[in-house]
């Protein structure tokens, strides 16, 4: 790679799907950042005018236009980094810069330095090894897309065939794309990216909108922060993602397919490149997939570090090669997604739960869900607690039970003092909440957040809640595209506050200013990020008056 | 079909076209929406959200430049809830910017910003903190004043560029608080594809991309005033609202209700006009005289003296040894009469136009 040519690396990728991201990696990889020459040659094979594509570049946190930029070792510095000590060692390390949270809450601190990750707490302990299974569940809990991550081999082709891979797959190949919906329907699934939408109904709506190729986009751009199950499941269990993308093709006709995967997770892009090579060699993937004639291909894409392609529409400009800044919609991607294609956009663990609730039956797996909540939700829990790891959790189970009984309470001498939700996107919630919440989403959204993603970050006693925001606002702050005002205006102003570095910085006047702020945010902002960061603040009044000098009047209004 | 296209603007029945927006509607019915980031020439971007409004049965207010109207569809645009956003977020805008008022001549819609604010009666002051433009006095180029300090990253410059020019100079550096807008690889805009034609000046809603020429004459007293008329440059016809003050010819603005360019002008058209008041102007035709010096003559002389010149040389030289040039500003008849005379003159068609030399 490192002598090949600009017109070689351009003329590579020119005929590919979604090949802007791919040559400027390959650029970058080549010359330790990204030169303009480069930027002139994908300019010219792709016909991207420059100043745009100058634009993206300086959008993506991991791509670099300083010399040797590529070379700057990345540390960390999401919230549960801090806890473990980020910023000291980003002094310990020449050049360091801080990242995002990169999603490995359940292991040392990451550090990222010219596409290798290792993980430590020193700089002198930096060690690269793989990611953390999910601990095992308490006995007698049954689990979905967690029942086999842990047999030996799983990741293999060999491994998955033999601990019942594909017969979910079997199941729909023998039935028809009817059976594999209504099966879906009735299970209750719901998206596990954080939005909820039944994904029965997404593939339904691909199946019957008009274009071709359709296409499956599997959304593994896992950036929220306390965010670390989709790279479990793909490091662990990578067919069962890839399985999942084959019942949606099936189930919608699509021919085409790819994963997005954050640049932050380079041995699982390692591992996936390998995993989607020998699928195409062994036919699971390519022109008979489905059967004969019916094919379906997956391409592997990398992000360049940005939070906001998460976000469906900004993750499918990101792949199309266009600024990366949410679509406004309608129209959605299930008529107008990949170049206008019909597109089904669906998470990773989404993905990985079909199989086995094909293979099973839907009464299977509504029953694992507590009481009248239908299946499972992967928890990926982290901070000030002694068991961090990922966990499947039947939904409606008591938060209190996750956080004592299954990953053992916080450290000795501590009590909890809060937990976020849904990473940082919903807020926290405090002792009184966590004692009465159920994990499910009406239990949360009654208490004013949400379930989301599944992050859930644990602050015991010990830490201050308006710095724990302070952090929370900053990450939103930096992570903010830019698009819409009041997201771009008012993460900065929440976080000056928060910082107390403009405005007022306590009191009454303080809950003003931030209560104003956030209400625009939530009604206005064009995606969900602007209007999930108040939630920060929201909470931090409503459930930590103290923190912010404000005492209540009345009764609390949750 | 269309009359069934009715949906309801604040409880009036309103009939709208296919994929018409409620802004577009509300518009044409005389609403005017508050808005920072729409220009009717360019595709709707829903990025600032001024434009909000209700919608029955949905639960947060939608930005009405992106909400296509469906049937029925019931909208209002005045809501105690749309009216308090609004102003708030407005007064969010304000903030990213110091408190600094620019003259109205620095672009056609430099003062839309300051007029909303009195429009929506704004607190200004309110949410201090860091602002977030940075001016760009280096780029010392003759025509376009880049005093970022006062953008608010709307993107109509950008979008002006790339969808109606055709230039993608510009770009957008970064995200968030700190983005930047940038021509080319962030450089002067000479460095990039810009060819000055000032749409991004003119498009501007709060004078943070300045028209160079028209304030050099800032200073002068006497009030503007506009004439319309046809740009003189070449053969397309666009259409200019010449600006002056007292008897000095001080700006051109383009005209939006001009036909043939709807708003459109180029570098010349633009910002080249100091050639109708300057002092090196020719005002009468100039001949040589016998010491081959140039000397004022009349039209009548001058016509004489190149007929003479073109009849002698072709009857010394032949046919071919004369050429013409049509000028490009010369409209489509002009260049049609030029052709017509080198032909009937010279008997050789030895005739060319300067938009093609």
């Known amino acids: ?8 690396l351009v003329g590579h990728w020119k005929g590919a799907e979604a090949p802007l991201l791919p040559l400027l990696h390959a650029f970058q990889e080549r010359d330790g950042y990204i030169r303009e020459q480069a930027l002139e040659a994908i300019s010219q094979g792709l016909r991207i005018p420059l100043a745009d594509l100058f634009a993206q570049v300086s959008f993506y946190h991991h791509l670099t236009l300083e010399p040797d930029g590529w070379d700057a070792p990345r540390v960390c510095d999401g919230p549960v980094c801090r806890q473990k000590g980020s910023k000291a060692l980003l002094n310990a390390l020449p050049g360091a810069r801080p990242m995002a949270c990169s999603g490995r809450c359940d292991d040392p601190i990451p550090v990222l330095r010219r596409g290798q990750l290792t993980v430590g707490l020193e700089a002198g302990g930096l060690q690269t090894r793989s990611s953390p299974l999910p601990p095992p569940p308490p006995d007698g809990v049954r689990e979905c897309v967690f029942a086999k991550i842990r047999e030996p081999d799983r990741a293999t082709l060999k491994g998955y065939r033999g601990t019942g891979g594909f017969r979910g797959l079997a199941w729909a190949l023998e039935a028809d794309p009817d059976a594999l919906l209504e099966r879906l329907d009735q299970s209750g699934l719901r998206g596990r990216g954080g939005a909820g939408f039944p994904t029965a109904a997404k593939w339904r709506a691909v199946r019957d909108a008009e274009g071709d190729p359709k296409v499956i986009v599997c959304n593994a ?6 965010c670390f199950k989709d790279r479990a499941l793909l490091d662990h269990d990578p067919w069962a993602v890839i399985e999942g993308m084959l019942c949606a093709a099936f189930a919608t006709g699509a021919s085409l397919g790819f994963i997005y995967l954050r640049y932050e997770y380079p041995e699982t892009y390692g591992l996936l490149e390998a995993v989607l090579e020998e699928a195409h060699r062994e036919g699971i993937l390519g022109e008979d997939a489905l059967g004969p004639g019916r094919a379906f291909h997956i391409h592997l894409r990398r992000g360049a570090g940005a939070y906001i392609c998460g976000e469906e529409t900004a993750l499918l400009n990101s792949l199309e090669g266009k600024h990366p800044f949410p679509r406004n919609r309608p129209p959605y991607p299930v008529t107008h997604g990949y170049r206008d294609k019909p597109t089904a956009v669906n998470n990773v663990e989404t993905l990985a739960s079909v199989p086995p609730i094909l293979h099973e039956g839907a009464e299977w797996y509504r029953g694992l869900g507590c009481g009248e909540h239908s299946g499972t939700k992967l928890i990926s829990l982290s901070g000030d607690i002694r068991r961090p790891g990922n966990y499947e959790v039947p939904l409606g189970l008591p938060l209190a039970t996750l956080l004592e009984d299954w990953a053992g309470g916080p450290p000795e001498g501590r009590r909890i003092q809060a937990v976020t939700m849904a990473g940082l996107s919903g807020g926290f919630l405090d002792a009184r909440d966590i004692a009465e919440v159920t994990l499910d989403d009406p239990s949360i959204r009654a208490r004013g957040s949400f379930l989301g993603a599944g992050g859930i970050i644990v602050y015991d006693d010990s830490r201050s809640m308006r710095d724990a925001a302070t952090d929370a606002m900053s990450f939103f702050a930096d992570e903010s595209c830019g698009k819409c005002f ?36 939530q009604q206005t902002s064009a995606c969900g990020l602007g209007q999930a960061a108040p939630l920060v603040t929201e909470s931090l009044i409503r459930r930590f008056s103290e923190d912010v000098g404000w005492k209540h009047e009345g009764a609390d209004p949750s | 079909m269309t009359t069934e296209n009715v949906f309801e603007l604040d409880g009036r029945p309103l009939r709208f076209e296919d994929g018409e927006t409620i802004f577009e509607a509300a518009r044409r019915a005389g609403t005017a929406i508050p808005s920072l980031c729409y220009d009717p020439r360019l595709n709707a971007f829903g990025g600032c959200r001024m434009c909000v409004v209700q919608v029955e049965g949905i639960a947060k207010p939608v930005a009405s430049c992106t909400t296509k109207i469906t049937r029925d569809m019931v909208v209002k645009t005045t809501t105690p809830k749309v009216e308090r956003l609004r102003k708030t977020l407005l007064e969010m805008v304000l903030s990213e910017n110091p408190d600094r008022q620019v003259s109205a001549d620095r672009g056609l819609a430099a003062s839309e910003m300051n007029d909303l604010a009195q429009r929506l009666g704004v607190r200004r002051g309110r949410f201090a903190g860091a602002t977030s433009g940075k001016s760009r006095p280096e780029d010392d180029n003759p025509f376009i004043l880049r005093d970022y300090d006062l953008c608010i990253s709307c993107y109509r410059c950008v979008r002006v560029c790339a969808e109606r020019e055709g230039d993608y100079a510009l770009g957008v550096k970064g995200r968030g608080f700190a983005t930047q807008i940038t021509a080319g690889f962030d450089r002067a805009l000479g460095d990039s ?62 005209a939006m209700d001009g036909p043939a360019n709807k708003g459109a002008l180029c570098v010349k058209g633009q910002f080249a006009y100091d050639f109708v008041q300057h002092a090196d102007r020719l005002k009468t035709p100039l001949v040589r005289n016998e010491a081959g010096e140039l000397t004022p003559a009349s039209w009548d002389e001058a016509l004489d003296r190149a007929a003479r010149g073109l009849t002698e040389s072709i009857a010394k030289h032949g046919r071919k040894s004369v050429y013409g040039v049509a000028s490009g500003r010369a409209p489509n008849e002009a260049a049609y009469a030029m052709q017509k005379l080198m032909r009937m003159l010279s008997g050789a068609h030895y005739i060319d136009n300067c938009s093609r030399a």
């Open chain 1, 1 to 8: 790679m490192s002598h090949q040519s600009p017109e070689d």
């Open chain 1, 221 to 226: 751009d896992e950036g929220e922060p306390g």
């Open chain 1, 486 to 521: 009041p997201c771009r205006i008012g993460t900065r102003r929440l976080l000056e506050r928060l910082e107390g570095s403009a405005g007022p910085t306590a009191g009454a006047e303080w809950v003003d200013e931030v209560k104003s702020i956030g209400e625009v945010m």
């Open chain 2, 193 to 254: 594809t810009c060819t000055y034609c000032g749409q991004c000046v003119q498009t501007c809603p709060t004078g943070a991309l300045g028209d160079k020429q028209i304030m050099r004459f800032e200073s002068l007293s006497a009030a503007p005033e506009t004439t319309r008329t046809i740009c003189p440059y070449c053969g397309v016809g666009c259409s200019v609202d010449l600006v002056t003050k007292g008897d000095r010819l001080v700006g051109v603005r383009p």
